[in-house]
Each structure stands twice: as structure tokens, then as C-alpha cells.
Nanobody, 124 residues
Framework: QVQLVESGGGLVQAGGSLRLSCSAS????????MGWFRQPPGKEREFLAT????????SYAASVKGRFTISRDNAKNTVYLQVNTLKPEDTAVYYC?????????????????WGQGTQVTVSS
């Protein structure tokens, strides 16, 4: 059973940056592709970014491509999401997720484990 814990969220002004972290335990990090998702207030959860377990291939939602960067450090069992040029519409709970596959995937239902989320609030 993999446990995921997100951190790094907070309150930031528009135009600012944050680095979100997702620490994994209970499994071998290199066996899992990882993803980041978010759920804005009153909306459905949406895909942001995904990264494969070892090949380092990545994919992004169009809405964040160029502003967000996903990366991972398997030695630390940690996945990161660098979020830049934040906008008020980026306000959401940000979740990381792991899937029992080495292949990255953009579909929420393909993920097997989820963290509790970290709140990001962007003020205008």
C-alpha cells in the first residue's frame, strides 16, 4: 500500500510561484508513474501533469503547459510540481497520485493511490 503526502501549498499573490512536493512511502518509487491533479472550489478534479517512473516522459494539461513543471527524485521517493506565474484561477486543492505502472497517464481513473491534497490559494 502506497501512502502519499503532499506539501508546499499556501497563500501566494498572483504572479508568484510555489513548489509542491509529494512524498511517497510503502512502495518502490521507480515502479510507479505519478500525476498531479487539482480540484478548484465547486468544480471537478482535473488533470495537470504526469511523469513516467523511470524514462522521465511527461505530459501536461494545455491550461498549465509552460507554467507548471513536474519532476521526480526516485532516490527521495518524491515528486514535485513547480508552479509559476500563478493566477487566481489556479486556486484549488492540489493532489498527487500514483499508478501501478511505469507509464505516465492523464486519466484520473488510471491512478491507484491518492494523497490528501494541499491547498493553494492565489490572491489577486
Amino acid at each position: 500500500q502506497v501512502q502519499l503526502v503532499e506539501s508546499g501549498g499556501g497563500l501566494v499573490q498572483a504572479g508568484g510561484s510555489l513548489r509542491l512536493s509529494c512524498s511517497a512511502s510503502g512502495g518502490t518509487s521507480s515502479n510507479y508513474a505519478m500525476g498531479w491533479f487539482r480540484q478548484p472550489p465547486g468544480k471537478e478534479r482535473e488533470f495537470l501533469a504526469t511523469i513516467s517512473s523511470t524514462v522521465r516522459s511527461t505530459s501536461y494539461a494545455a491550461s498549465v503547459k509552460g507554467r507548471f513543471t513536474i519532476s521526480r527524485d526516485n532516490a527521495k521517493n518524491t515528486v514535485y510540481l513547480q508552479v509559476n506565474t500563478l493566477k487566481p484561477e489556479d486556486t484549488a486543492v492540489y493532489y498527487c497520485a500514483a499508478r501501478r505502472s511505469i507509464i505516465a497517464n492523464i486519466k484520473e481513473y488510471e491512478y491507484d493511490y491518492w494523497g490528501q491534497g494541499t491547498q493553494v490559494t492565489v490572491s489577486s
